[in-house]
């Protein structure tokens, strides 16, 4: 069972334009969430999180969006820049076990 | 502060063989996870220890195991490899494991 959900296994955008990847999840015990950033062939970086006590949190180019009623979280990315071609997870932890559920990941590409 | 460092960093081993990965966390982190990324995959959870004990399981035959020691560093088994096991193996530390986790660089494990 995917509790973690992204649908776009890809996404194309134009450089200094807006990049917003989705998320939706399950679990409504869920009340944290983390984006993170990968490169081939290195670890994922943690990017940005969000408290489920919010619904927006900002750092920099990134802002993550909390939409709780619809189970529904995004990234926006703007303005876009060609380092940020990689594939962004959504995660979460779980509230009984704490241990972290990842989504399958949508690979961004920016066009230059 | 140093981050999260795995070794090897590329590994080739046939069929049938064994396997031991290593992780070494971030200072004062006590949690360590394992995961396992396959091309087209997301992250796939394959356990988390806390303070030398496995806290957590992800759904992996038990071929797969893993141990962490008193300095919190972690080792990861893989007894008779298949060729299926190939995949990056990644760890990650956190100070709890339900918090923010950082990855280290990943293991690149080639089974022929």
């Known amino acids: 069972d995917q509790q973690v959900k992204q649908n776009s296994p890809s996404l194309s955008v134009q450089e200094g334009r807006i990049s917003i990847l989705n998320c939706d999840y399950t679990?409504?015990?869920?009340?944290?969430f983390l984006w993170y950033k990968k490169y081939p062939a290195e670890g994922p970086t943690f990017l940005i999180s969000?408290?489920?006590?919010?619904d927006k949190n900002e750092d920099g180019r990134f802002t993550v969006f909390l939409n709780k009623s619809a189970k529904h979280l995004s990234l926006h990315i703007v303005p876009s820049q060609p380092g940020d071609s990689a594939v962004y997870f959504c995660?979460?932890?779980?509230?009984?076990?704490?241990?972290?559920?990842f989504g399958t990941g949508t690979r961004l590409t920016i066009i230059p | 502060k140093a981050g999260v460092t795995q070794t090897p960093r590329y590994l080739i081993k046939t069929r049938g063989q064994q396997v031991t990965l290593s992780c070494s966390p971030i200072?004062?982190?006590?949690?360590v996870s394992w995961y396992q990324q396959t091309p087209g995959q997301g992250l796939q959870f394959l356990f988390e220890?806390?303070?030398?004990?496995?806290?957590n399981k992800g759904n992996f035959p038990g071929r797969f195991s893993g141990r962490q020691f008193s300095n919190s560093r972690s080792e990861m088994n893989v007894s008779t490899l298949e060729l299926g096991d190939s995949a990056l193996y990644l760890c990650?530390?956190?100070?709890?494991?339900?918090?923010?986790?950082?990855f280290g660089p990943g293991t690149r494990l080639t089974v022929l």
């Open positions: 995660a979460a932890p779980t509230a009984l076990n704490e241990k972290l559920t």
């Open positions: 969000i408290s489920s006590i919010k």
């Open positions: 679990n409504s015990m869920f009340d944290y």
């Open positions: 990650a530390s956190s100070t709890s494991g339900g918090d923010t986790q950082y």
């Open positions: 220890y806390f303070s030398e004990t496995q806290r």
């Open positions: 200072s004062g982190h006590r949690s």
